[in-house]
């Protein structure tokens, strides 16, 4: 990978927002960014490639084109870390979760783990 350093312009508004590389617009070829700047160090660009965009660039930029992190590792630590005693009974105290539908359980479990998951947690029988 290229060292180089290249101009780039970020402007962002609540509305919408530009991305240029030395001068040239490539918004629409990006659905996202994330820049990250360590002390003493460059600024580091991350482009998101739009999956409906073929990429059409032409010059030479330091520019890292990210592929979404795979979810497979964090979901794994995440269940990894889950007590299944604690699941099952904070499954069946979540009355609002059950509702005698097939695999009531099952479906209550997941849903405790997508909050558990997103820092929604309350503790056994709390819901």
Not at 92 to 100: E, Q
């Given at each position: 990978?290229?060292?180089?350093?290249?101009?780039?312009?970020?402007?962002?508004?609540?509305?919408?927002?530009?991305?240029?590389?030395?001068?040239?617009?490539?918004?629409?070829?990006?659905?996202?960014?994330?820049?990250?700047?360590?002390?003493?160090?460059?600024?580091?660009?991350?482009?998101?490639?739009?999956?409906?965009v073929?990429?059409?660039?032409?010059?030479?930029?330091?520019?890292?084109?990210?592929?979404?992190?795979?979810?497979?590792?964090a979901?794994?630590?995440?269940?990894?870390?889950?007590?299944?005693?604690?699941?099952?009974?904070?499954?069946?105290?979540?009355?609002?979760?059950?509702?005698?539908?097939?695999h009531?359980?099952?479906?209550?479990?997941?849903?405790?783990?997508?909050?558990?998951?997103?820092?929604?947690?309350?503790?056994?029988?709390?819901?």
């Amino acid at each position: 990978m290229e060292d180089q350093l290249h101009q780039v312009r970020i402007t962002a508004d609540q509305a919408a927002g530009t991305v240029a590389l030395e001068g040239r617009d490539i918004s629409k070829m990006v659905s996202g960014y994330s820049l990250s700047q360590q002390p003493g160090r460059p600024a580091e660009l991350l482009l998101f490639l739009s999956p409906f965009v073929k990429p059409d660039f032409e010059g030479l930029a330091r520019v890292v084109v990210g592929v979404p992190p795979d979810p497979g590792p964090a979901a794994a630590a995440f269940l990894s870390a889950i007590d299944a005693g604690e699941l099952e009974k904070s499954a069946l105290s979540r009355h609002d979760l059950m509702d005698g539908g097939p695999h009531e359980l099952t479906r209550a479990m997941l849903r405790l783990l997508q909050e558990w998951a997103s820092g929604r947690w309350q503790p056994q029988g709390g819901g």
